[in-house]
């Protein structure tokens, strides 16, 4: 299945979300992670579209506060992660699940990415991935819920998709991220490069979203716990940190007190 007019648009929401909007030519429309109902509702009226199915990543509130004043208006069908937190879900989805959007005439692959929520899942197809809090652009997600174990498993699913795949996380974090990573690799030039692409869309009010897997693994350290500049920086640190989750523990503990 695979729609050749599928489009996602941007909804921002409160100071940084992104509520993600899927359409494919028609009325119908998907969207991922309402936290708020008011811009949707607002969108979907001035451009004359349908909800019919609603995505969501993970329980917290900016991501699905939405959600019931948007099931008053509208019939949607919620695809959502199995978990008593989130109380309206139609169909819950779990890793290998294949969720289809007919009427969008799109297909999901579920991937369960626990680390920032325990349940958290990510929905790709299309050549397009909606990772909520797990993955953000040059950053990741806090680790509310679970280890640097279970982010270094999660965002090693990730980089295994296609390297052209576009990037959806539901926060405009991206400027301090790049700050951030910074940090840890002054001298790497596609992060130098990125950090300037985004200055530049910030200053202009622009989105820096979507990135592309590509870009992420050559400018996210937290997708490059292996790399020696990465680590280098690392165990200037904590000199024992060794590749992988260990030098995740140590950029995300940073990353907190950043
Ligand atoms: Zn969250």
Redesign the pocket.
Known sequence: MHSKNFNVTAIPAFTDNYIWLLTAGGAACAVVDPGDAEPVLAVLAERGLELRYILLT?H?P??TGGVDELLEKYAARVFAPADPRIPFVQQSCKEGDRIVLAELEVEFQVLEVPA??RTHIAFYGENALFC??TLFSIGC?RL?EGSPEDMQQSLDKLAALPATTRIYC?HEYTQSNCAFALEIEPENARLRARAAEVNRLRAADKSTLPSTLADELAANPFMRTREKSVLETVRKIDPKAMPGSSAMAVIRAWKDRF
């Open positions: 993970h917290h900016d991501h920032h929520t909520g809090d997600g509310f539901a």
